[in-house]
Nanobody, 127 residues
Framework: VQLQASGGGSVQPGGSLGLPCAAS????????LAWFRQTPGKERDFVAV????????YYADSVKDRFTISRDNAKKMAYLQMHSLKPEDTAVYYC?????????????????????WGQGTLVTVSS
């Protein structure tokens, strides 16, 4: 499966932004989908994951109650809706797919669980 994240941009603190991730090829509906983010010089960090059915989600503590991950299997799309954005949310955001569609905590928080990665999209939170 090929993944393409988009929707990045600049937003003021406290603002909102939605990131779509479009998939092509593969059997999208059977994969778990996740979002990670990375800032220069740092490791890529887990943000959120959703299972193949869209029934189970996990979030990083730093984004819980502010970000929402969702998916539309019919459209082969995943989304990350971000609210109450903070300067520390500034990063390149990546979507990723795990061909094992069931998620588990903490395994699904690890980079090496994911088989496919999209290119990143930059989100900048600044006044």
């Amino acid at each position: 499966v090929q993944l393409q994240a988009s929707g990045g941009g600049s937003v003021q603190p406290g603002g909102s932004l939605g990131l779509p991730c479009a998939a092509s090829g593969g059997t999208f509906g059977s994969y778990a989908l996740a979002w990670f983010r990375q800032t220069p010089g740092k490791e890529r960090d887990f943000v959120a994951v959703i299972d193949w059915k869209g029934g189970t989600t996990y979030y990083a503590d730093s984004v819980k109650d502010r970000f929402t991950i969702s998916r539309d299997n019919a459209k082969k799309m995943a989304y990350l809706q971000m609210h109450s954005l903070k300067p520390e949310d500034t990063a390149v955001y990546y979507c990723a797919a795990d061909s094992y569609g069931v998620v588990a905590d903490p395994e699904s928080r690890h980079l090496d669980e994911y088989d496919y990665w999209g290119q990143g999209t930059l989100v900048t939170v600044s006044s």
